[in-house]
């Protein structure tokens, strides 16, 4: 199937893009890998004040306000529509299933996902005491002990909401101080049922049915802790894998960009969080959709 714009990713950013073509005129797919678009949004259980002119009582909320939008639309839009590889200078896309389609121009917005430990127990006991979030799972730990890994401005924001259910939240950090924003930091000090543990990893979440306790390790002496619920906040991790190779990416997976979102590759560009690690928000993504399809509708009318 044979395009103007190929875009992978249905996060703001690639709606963002795809909602631009449309507007310029370019024959445009839209694939998405999951069952519906929305990307990190579906995952944003907070209300979203700072999104200029919307007020939204979660990211879920927003999407569909973004999506009520772009009704009517005349782009094509596929779910479950996940990319295997690209090559990026023939400008083909290839699904999982086998389906390929082709364009002059590709926009990549895949975005990124959460990292994750990778021990034992992790996701096993996912939705049976290992959480998703302290805003969707905060009632279900109430007058319980709760763990959470990581010491960034997500994990102490998640620490602090569960604080008003947990009995005890420990905050297990690696490092010897926390990373997150000073106005997080400074809040830990009015909780009194918030510990943080230095200097420390959790090693094992173990149990019956459900999360009983953790495997922690300091200084290489190991113990184990009761604890009814675990929530995992150490980053994130761009989702690039397939363009590696390809495309110069940084040392972490992000892809390389321009302010236009061109990467190294002629009329390949990348917008959202897959490139942009150092601003991360829903504002930046859609404004570099924007940005990126008025570029390429001006590279391919020149």
């Known amino acids: 199937m044979d395009f103007d714009v190929i875009i992978i990713g249905g996060g703001p950013a690639g709606l ?13 797919a839209l694939l998405e890998a999951e069952n519906e678009f929305g990307g990190q949004l579906l995952w944003t259980f907070n209300s979203v004040e700072n999104y200029l002119g919307l007020s939204c009582k979660n990211g879920r909320e927003l999407r569909d306000r973004f999506l009520a939008h772009m009704s ?14 690209a090559d990026v200078k023939k400008k ?6 086998g389906k390929k389609y082709s364009g002059k ?9 959460r990292r994750k430990l990778g021990v034992d127990g992790e996701e096993s006991f996912l939705g049976k005491g290992v959480l998703v979030s302290g805003k969707r799972d905060g009632q279900s730990v109430a007058g319980q002990t709760v763990a959470v890994v990581g010491g960034g401005d997500a994990a102490i924001e998640n620490a602090l909401i569960l604080a008003k259910f947990a009995k005890k939240v420990l ?13 997080f930091a400074e809040k830990l000090k009015y909780e009194d049922n ?9 090693t094992k979440i173990y149990g019956g049915q459900i999360v009983q306790g953790v495997e922690l390790e ?69 404004g570099m959709g924007a940005t990126a399809a008025k570029t390429i509708y001006y590279s391919l009318s020149s």
């Open 16 to 28: 963002s893009a795809a909602l631009w073509c449309d507007e310029l005129g370019l024959k445009t």
């Open 72 to 85: 009517g639309r005349g782009f094509l839009r596929f779910l479950q529509a996940t990319a295997r590889e």
């Open 92 to 97: 083909i896309v290839t699904l999982s299933d």
């Open 105 to 113: 121009a590709i926009v990549i917005s895949t975005g990124v996902r």
């Open 171 to 183: 905050v297990v950090h690696r490092r010897d101080e926390l990373s997150a924003r000073p106005e």
């Open 194 to 202: 918030i510990e943080v543990l230095y200097n420390t990893e959790l």
């Open 218 to 286: 300091r200084d290489n002496f190991r113990r184990e802790l009761d604890v009814e619920g675990v929530l995992i906040r150490i980053g994130v991790a761009p989702n690039s894998e397939f363009l590696k190779g390809q495309l110069e990416l940084d040392v972490n997976g992000y892809i390389k960009i321009d302010s236009l979102g061109k990467t190294n590759v002629e009329n390949v560009f990348a917008v959202g969080d897959i490139s942009n690690p150092v601003s991360p928000t829903i504002n930046s993504a859609v």
